[in-house]
C-alpha cells in the first residue's frame, strides 16, 4: 500500500527565492511525522503547498495516490486533508461555534456536521462551554484548541498541524500535544511541524529535520530524540 | 459577553450618591415652565412654523415641545417619586441630561427659526421665553443630580404582552412622526422635528433603554419584522391623497433596496464596490428600452416580469463579467477597478448612440417617455381610491417597491444566516485562513457580485418605469458613493441600520433642499462625525462592534487569561 502522503522533490519558490529545495518524504496511514526545523527552515511553506495555499516550481504531491499539487485549496480540504495554519488564525469576532463551522464548510451533510461538532465539544470541553463567546476573547492555548477543533471538523483522514505550541504555556503545550496523541488513537493521520523538537519527536513515528529548505535527516522520532546532531541543533544541549 | 462572574453588586444604599438638594425642585420649574411656555404665544408672526402664536392653543412644534418636557417630568419622578423602580433599572440623571441638552437647543432653534423667518428677535413672543428658560433649568437640575450606575438591560424581563405591546407602540410612533415630519412644509420645522426625533433617541440611548428596545427586538423578531411592515404598507394611507411625499418615499425605498443589495457585497464578503449603481443602470436600460416608449430601441415587449428577469440577468451577466477578472485583486485594488467599470458603463450607455455602433440608448438623450407599469390589467398611472384614500401613482409604485424591499431583505437575511454567509464573513475576516478551511473564496466573491447585481438589476427595472426615463447621467459616480455612505451610516452587514441610512441619506436632501448647495458638505461632515464617535453605524452588528473596539476584546482576553492562570494554580 502506497503512503497515505507523499512528497516528491517538492520545490517551492518566493520570486527568486527559493524556500524548499527539492524535498521528499512520506506520511504513512495512522502515523504522527513530525517536521522540525528552525526558523526560515522551510516547514510552514511546505505546508502551505501541500493543502495548495501555495504552488510548487516543480515536483509533486500525492494524497491518497493522487496528485493533488494542483488542485484547488478547496478541493483538497474536501479530499480530507485539513490544514491548521501556523499562528492559528481562527477567526476571532465570530463565535466558537461559527468558527467550528467554517471548518466543516466543505462538507454537504449537516447531519454529520452536528455530531462531529459534540465531538469536538467532547474533545475540549472548554469550547462546549462558551460556544457563543466570541473566539478573540480567548486565550493563546484555548485559541489553538479552538484551531485544532475546527480542522477536525472537516472530518479529516490527514491533519497537518502548523506550530501548535507556539507561544503556549509548558502545561498548556503538554495537553495540545497529548490531543495530538488522542486524535492518532482515534485514528487521524497527523503531520506536525514544530519548532519544540523535543514535544514534537516524542510523539512521532517518524521526523524529518529541515534544514534552510533541504532535509538532512531523518528517521523514528526516537532515533532522531537521540541523535547527537538533533540534541545540538535543536535540543540546546552540548 | 464573557461569562466571568462580576462582583457582586455593592450595596444599593452606597450606590446612591445624593446631589444637590435644590437639583430635583428646580427640574420640575423647569418642566412647569417649559409646558406654560408652550401653551403661550411664542411668535408673533401668525404665518411662520405652522403659527404659534395663539395663547393656550399650541401649534405642532409647541406639542412637541410639550412632549418632551413630559418625557423630562417622567424621568424625574423617576429619579425621586413614584417611579423610582423604573429608575432603578434606568440611568435616568444621563437621559436628563441629554434631555436638557437637546431641549435647549430646541428651543434656541425655535427662537432663531422665528428671527430667522420673520424680521429678527422681536418677533419672539413671551411664551418663547418662558419655554428657553424652562428648558435651561432642566438642564442645569440633569448635571446638579448624580450619574447612577446603570444595569444590565438585557436582565430586564416583562411579560411578553407588554414588550409586544411596545413594538406596537414604538411602531405607531414611527409611522406617525414620518407622517408628521413629512407633512411639514418649511425647512425650519423640519429641522426643529429633527431635533425632536434626535432628543427622543438620545434619551432612549442614554438612559439604557435603547438596549432593552434592542433585547426586545431580538426577542420578538418576527412580531417586530411584521409590525415594520405593517406601518411601511400603512404609510400611504396617512398621506391623504397627496402624492407629494409618495414620490420621495418611492424614491427612498429603490435607493433602500438597491443598498441592501450593496450590502451583501460589502457588509457580508466584505468586497469594496465603488460602481455598483451601474448594475441598477443596466437594469434599468434594459426595462427602458425593452419598454413600449417611443424611444425604446428593441423591439421585443414581453410581459414586465420577463422584463425583470431579463434585466436582474443581465445586471448580474455584466456583474460575473467584471467580477471574474476583478476580483482576484481586493482591497483599494478593487476600489479602483470597480470604481473603472461604473465608469465605463455610464460612457458605454453615453455612447451607443448609432453614431459609434449600435444604437441602443439613444446616448445622452437615453430613453424618455417610459409609459406606466401595466401588470395583470392594472395599471400604475391611475389613481385608485380605498377605504375612501385617495392612492395616487407613487402610491401604486411604493407599494411594488415594498414588494421588492421585502425580497431583497428576505434574501439577505437567508443568506446571512446560511453557510453562505458564514464563509463570506470568514473571507472578510481572514481571506487565508478561510481559504485553509476549505472555503472557495474566488467562487463565493463572485455569487456575491453577482447577487448583489442581480438585486439592483431588479430595483433597476422598476425604477425606469417609476421615473419614467432612462439617461447616462442618472448613474454617476457620486450615487454610488451614495449607496455605500448610506451602508457606513447605518451600519455595515445590518438590514435596519441600512434601511435607517437609506432613508436618511435620501430624505434630508429632499426635505431640505436649501441645504442642496452644501449638502456634499454636510454629508462628509456627517461621515467624519461618524467615524469619529460610532464608527460602526447607527446601527451595530456584534461583530463589528468588536471590529472597532478592539480595546474591549483586549480587556475580554486579559480578564480570560486571568482567569485561566487562577485555574492552573488549583
Known amino acids: 500500500m502506497s503512503a497515505m502522503l507523499e512528497v516528491r522533490d517538492l520545490e517551492v519558490a518566493y520570486g527568486k527565492i527559493v524556500a524548499v529545495k527539492k524535498i521528499s518524504f512520506s506520511v504513512e496511514q495512522g502515523q504522527v511525522v513530525s517536521l522540525i526545523g528552525t526558523n526560515g527552515a522551510g516547514k510552514t511553506t511546505t505546508l502551505r503547498t501541500i493543502s495548495g495555499l501555495l504552488r510548487p516550481t516543480s515536483g509533486e504531491v500525492l494524497f491518497q495516490g493522487e496528485r493533488i499539487d494542483q488542485v484547488a485549496a478547496h478541493d483538497i480540504v474536501a479530499r480530507g486533508l485539513a490544514h491548521s495554519p501556523e499562528g492559528r488564525r481562527i477567526f476571532p469576532r465570530l463565535s466558537v461555534e461559527e468558527n467550528l463551522l467554517l471548518g466543516a464548510f466543505a462538507r454537504k451533510d449537516p447531519a454529520g456536521v452536528r455530531t462531529d461538532l459534540d465531538s469536538a465539544y467532547d474533545l475540549f470541553p472548554i469550547l462546549g462551554e462558551r460556544r457563543k463567546q466570541p473566539a478573540g476573547t480567548f486565550s493563546g492555548g484555548e485559541q489553538q484548541m479552538l484551531a485544532m477543533g475546527r480542522a477536525m471538523m472537516s472530518r479529516p483522514k490527514l491533519l497537518m498541524l502548523d506550530e501548535p505550541s507556539m507561544g503556549l504555556s509548558p502545561i498548556m503545550m503538554k495537553r495540545i500535544m497529548s490531543t495530538v496523541s488522542e486524535l492518532q488513537s482515534q485514528g487521524t493521520t497527523i503531520l506536525l511541524v514544530e519548532q519544540n523538537a523535543q514535544a514534537a519527536l516524542k510523539r512521532a513515528d517518524f521526523g524529518y529535520v529541515l534544514e534552510v529548505g533541504k532535509i538532512v535527516l531523518s528517521g523514528t522520532g526516537r532515533d532522531l530524540l537521540v541523535n547527537d546532531e538533533v540534541r545540538k541543533a535543536y535540543l540546546g544541549e552540548d | ?570
Open chain 2, 1 to 570: 459577553m464573557t461569562d466571568v462572574k462580576t462582583p457582586p453588586a455593592e450595596p444599593e444604599t452606597a450606590a446612591e450618591p445624593q446631589g444637590k438638594p435644590l437639583a430635583w425642585p428646580l427640574g420640575l420649574a423647569g418642566v412647569v415652565l417649559v409646558i406654560a411656555g408652550s401653551f403661550l404665544s411664542w411668535s408673533y408672526d401668525g404665518q411662520i412654523l405652522g403659527d404659534l402664536s395663539i395663547n393656550f392653543y399650541p401649534g405642532g412644534l409647541q406639542i412637541l415641545a410639550i412632549i418632551l418636557a413630559l418625557i423630562a417630568l417622567v424621568l424625574l419622578l423617576a429619579e425621586k417619586g413614584p417611579l423610582t423602580k423604573l429608575g432603578a433599572w434606568l440611568d435616568v440623571t444621563a437621559g436628563l441630561r441629554a434631555l436638557g441638552l437637546t431641549l435647549t437647543l430646541y428651543m434656541l432653534l425655535v427662537l432663531v427659526a422665528i428671527s430667522a423667518d420673520s424680521d429678527g428677535l422681536i418677533n419672539v413672543n413671551p411664551g418663547g421665553y418662558i419655554s428657553f428658560a424652562g428648558a435651561a433649568l432642566i438642564l442645569v437640575s440633569a448635571w446638579l443630580l448624580p450619574l447612577r450606575q446603570l444595569r444590565d438591560m438585557s436582565e430586564a424581563r416583562l411579560p411578553a404582552w407588554f414588550e409586544i405591546l411596545s413594538i406596537a407602540v414604538l411602531m405607531a410612533a414611527v409611522l406617525f412622526v414620518a407622517a408628521y415630519a413629512l407633512g411639514l412644509e418649511d425647512a425650519w420645522s423640519f429641522i426643529l422635528c429633527l431635533v425632536f426625533i434626535a432628543a427622543v433617541a438620545a434619551v432612549l440611548f442614554r438612559t439604557g433603554a435603547l438596549s432593552w428596545v434592542g433585547h426586545v427586538a431580538q426577542r420578538n423578531r418576527k412580531v417586530l419584522t411584521l409590525s415594520a411592515f405593517l406601518v411601511a404598507f400603512l404609510f400611504p394611507f396617512t398621506q391623504g391623497g397627496s402624492d407629494a411625499n409618495m414620490s420621495i418615499a418611492t424614491q427612498v425605498l429603490v435607493f433602500a433596496a438597491t443598498a441592501m443589495g450593496l450590502n451583501i457585497v460589502v457588509g457580508l464578503a466584505g468586497l469594496l464596490d465603488l460602481g455598483y449603481i451601474a448594475f441598477l443602470g443596466s437594469g434599468a436600460y434594459v426595462a427602458a428600452t425593452m419598454s413600449t416608449s417611443a424611444f425604446a430601441t428593441i423591439g421585443w415587449k414581453p410581459p414586465f416580469l420577463v422584463v425583470m428577469l431579463i434585466g436582474a440577468g443581465v445586471a448580474a451577466t455584466l456583474g460575473l463579467i467584471i467580477g471574474t477578472p476583478t476580483l482576484r485583486v481586493s482591497g483599494d485594488y478593487l476600489a479602483i477597478v470597480t470604481l473603472g467599470f461604473g465608469e465605463i458603463f455610464r460612457f458605454s450607455m453615453f455612447n451607443l448612440d448609432g453614431n459609434n455602433g449600435p444604437n441602443l440608448t439613444n446616448g445622452p438623450n437615453g430613453v424618455p417617455g417610459i409609459p406606466d407599469l401595466e401588470i395583470g390589467g392594472f395599471n400604475f398611472g391611475d389613481v385608485h381610491t380605498v377605504a375612501g384614500i385617495e392612492l395616487g401613482r407613487f402610491s401604486n409604485y411604493y407599494f411594488l417597491l415594498l414588494i421588492l424591499t421585502a425580497f431583497v431583505i428576505l434574501v439577505f437575511s437567508r443568506l446571512n444566516n446560511s453557510r453562505i454567509g458564514r464563509g463570506w464573513v470568514a473571507i472578510r475576516e481572514d481571506e487565508k485562513a478561510a481559504e485553509a478551511m476549505g472555503v472557495s473564496t474566488f467562487g463565493l466573491k463572485l455569487l456575491a457580485f453577482a447577487v448583489g447585481a442581480f438585486l439592483a438589476g431588479l430595483a433597476g427595472t422598476i425604477k425606469a418605469h417609476q421615473d419614467g426615463a432612462v439617461s447616462p447621467d442618472q448613474y454617476i459616480f457620486l450615487e454610488s458613493a451614495f449607496l455605500l455612505a448610506a451602508i457606513v451610516l447605518g451600519g455595515m452587514g445590518t438590514i435596519a441600520g441600512v434601511l435607517l441610512g437609506a432613508t436618511i441619506l435620501k430624505l434630508l436632501p429632499e426635505k431640505l433642499r436649501f441645504f442642496s448647495e452644501y449638502r456634499l458638505l454636510l454629508f462628509g461632515l456627517l461621515l467624519v462625525l461618524m467615524m469619529r464617535f460610532r464608527p460602526e453605524g447607527l446601527v451595530a452588528s456584534r461583530r463589528r462592534q468588536l471590529e472597532f473596539h478592539e480595546e474591549d476584546e483586549a480587556l475580554a482576553v486579559e480578564v480570560e487569561e486571568e482567569r485561566l492562570a487562577v485555574e492552573e494554580a488549583k
